[in-house]
Antibody, heavy 119, light 109 residues
Framework: QLQLQESGPGLVKPSETLSLTCTVS??????????WGWIRQPPGKGLEWIGSIYYSGSTYYNPSLKSRVTISVDTSKNQFSLKLSSVTAADTAVYYC???????????WGQGTLVTVSS | EIVLTQSPATLSLSPGERATLSCRASQSVSSYLAWYQQKPGQAPRLLIYDASNRATGIPARFSGSGSGTDFTLTISSLEPEDFAVYYCQQRSNWPRVITFGQGTRLEIK
């Protein structure tokens, strides 16, 4: 059974960079033709796609966040990561990582991690 | 950017009733439309992909239909565990861009 787990600081100061890692277990991140994605959800609000990385390393970002987002993959650790720069209070959200098949929806999700932006 | 509009915002029904949720796209998404269920404190769960395909383990009372710009999620007979928030999501592959609708809250009447 594929499992995903987010990890990283739960509190980030305004103007700093938010960094999260998703560790995949139960399957190899590079063995199949999948995307791996990040989605966030501000408290009490809806879902927003942040971006996805293909197993080969190609990246795709939400145009509204593109200037601040970097997603990378570390196949040796079976992990992929998110960096979001110049954060503000509006970036406070639960951040999810998920598997993003090219011909389906997000089918496996992490449990989510709350990141609060505050001084 | 493709915008997905879900209606109604809130739907109040009783167990055993039929639920019909709508998702309209601002331009055609072909059949690249998925539906998710989210309960409080949980990650979303994939229900339907490519407009009408049930994901693994999803009960047959959940069905999806539509293509182009108008899509529907139907729950044929509501079970107590079906009361949750439902989101639609579209994808385009070249380049890959994904957007979600704002959600429909299905509540017990």
């Amino acid at each position: 059974q594929l499992q995903l787990q987010e990890s990283g600081p739960g509190l980030v100061k305004p103007s700093e960079t938010l960094s999260l890692t998703c560790t995949v277990s139960g399957g190899s991140i590079s063995s199949s033709s999948y995307y791996w994605g990040w989605i966030r959800q501000p408290p009490g609000k809806g879902l927003e796609w942040i971006g996805s990385i293909y197993y080969s390393g190609s990246t795709y970002y939400n145009p509204s966040l593109k200037s601040r987002v970097t997603i990378s993959v570390d196949t040796s650790k079976n992990q992929f990561s998110l960096k979001l720069s110049s954060v503000t209070a509006a970036d406070t959200a639960v951040y999810y990582c998920a598997r993003d098949p090219p011909d389906s929806g997000f089918d496996y999700w992490g449990q989510g991690t709350l990141v609060t932006v505050s001084s | 950017e493709i915008v997905l509009t879900q209606s109604p915002a809130t739907l109040s029904l009783s167990p055993g009733e039929r639920a019909t949720l709508s998702c309209r796209a601002s331009q055609s998404v072909s059949s690249y439309l998925a539906w998710y269920q989210q309960k409080p404190g949980q990650a979303p769960r994939l229900l339907i992909y490519d407009a009408s395909n049930r994901a693994t383990g999803i009960p047959a009372r959940f069905s999806g239909s539509g293509s182009g710009t108008d899509f529907t999620l139907t729950i044929s007979s509501l079970e107590p565990e079906d009361f949750a928030v439902y989101y639609c999501q579209q994808r385009s592959n070249w380049p890959r861009v994904i957007t979600f609708g704002q959600g429909t809250r299905l509540e017990i009447k």
